[in-house]
């Protein structure tokens, strides 16, 4: 058997070569090797600056929603706090240190009668001026004669000069005028009255100066504040201090009036003070004087 003679592939051609450049196009190339790097370099340096000038303005910073506050001269770093000073107790005054007035008195207690012993040494009598009897823990005083004012004071009262004298005393009955208070430096026809009296509706509190030439005013004020003075069937609390020549009347705890007289009698007893028309009937307790 004859061979068939194969029929050869046709050659592939060869690469055509790249022209040669031409001496321009040589040197672009090589000044493009050098610029495109350093053009890039300075892109890229510029893309970074935006994206930091981006961040820094806050565009894409996440909002809190409880920011803090900044900081400015009106919320200072640290808060100051100026403590309150130590209190420092002042000292008591010395004894020696104190003038010689009235509020600087040391009142101490010399005598006292509640009225609950009818030998005390109060008197009892029923005659046609008074009737003064012991009843019902108290002392009461009535009245029967018309336009009289009637000083009472215990057989144990002693001759004192300066005093302060307290009673509780509550009137009886609606009979007026009347006239309810205190009496000290009670020297026979000399005394100190200290009272509240009613006549014709109005009532005053008063202060007055009796000798054997009758009475002379010191001072009188009417009750203006009917809340100083109790009405009805609650005992008031008298108080009368005579001081030298300084009177001063206290009703309920509460200076009312006060008065001075230059030429101030001299020392007696102290007591109680009743008037002055016929029926006034008082009910008093709780006598006491004090001294210096």
């Known amino acids: 058997m004859s061979e068939t003679p194969s029929t050869p592939e046709p050659a592939k051609p060869a690469d055509k070569p790249n022209p040669p450049l031409s001496p321009r196009a040589t040197v672009a190339l090589e000044f493009s090797k050098i610029v495109f790097p350093v053009v890039g370099t300075i892109i890229a340096a510029c893309l970074s600056g935006v994206f930091l000038v981006l961040t820094s303005s806050g565009f894409f910073e996440r909002k809190d929603p409880t920011p803090t506050p900044t900081l400015t001269s009106e919320t200072p770093l640290v808060q100051v706090v100026t403590a309150s000073p ?11 240190s104190v003038p010689p007035t009235l509020t600087a008195i040391q009142w101490a207690r010399k005598y006292e009668d509640d009225f609950s012993d009818p030998a005390s040494g109060w008197p009892v ?29 215990s057989v144990n009262a002693e001759v004192l000069g300066d ?12 009979a007026s005028p009347w006239d309810i208070g205190l009496a000290c430096r009670i020297d026979g026809m000399n005394v100190y009255q200290l009272s509240v009296y009613e006549t014709n509706g109005i009532r005053k509190f008063g202060i007055y100066r009796w000798t054997s030439g009758g009475y002379e005013t010191l001072a009188e004020q009417i009750v203006e504040d009917n809340r100083v003075f109790r009405e009805g069937k609650i005992a008031n609390q008298f108080r009368a201090e005579c001081v030298g020549g300084h009177l001063s009347l206290w009703i309920n705890g509460e200076q009312v009036l006060e008065a001075t007289d230059p030429e101030p009698l001299r020392a007696g007893k102290a007591g109680i003070v009743t008037g002055y028309a016929k029926g006034v009937q008082v009910f008093f307790d709780n006598f006491a004087v004090y001294v210096p």
């Not at 130590?86 to 020696?96: E, F």
């Not at 009598?125 to 005083?141: H, L």
């Not at 005093?163 to 609606?174: K, P, Q, T, W």
């Open 86 to 96: 130590a209190v420092t107790a002042t000292p008591a005054p010395s004894a020696t």
């Open 125 to 153: 009598v029923d005659d046609d001026a008074t009737s003064k009897q012991y009843s019902d823990g108290g002392y009461v005083v009535t009245m029967k004669k018309e336009n009289i004012d009637s000083f009472t004071r």
């Open 163 to 174: 005093v302060r004298v307290e009673v509780d005393a509550l009137r009886i009955g609606d």
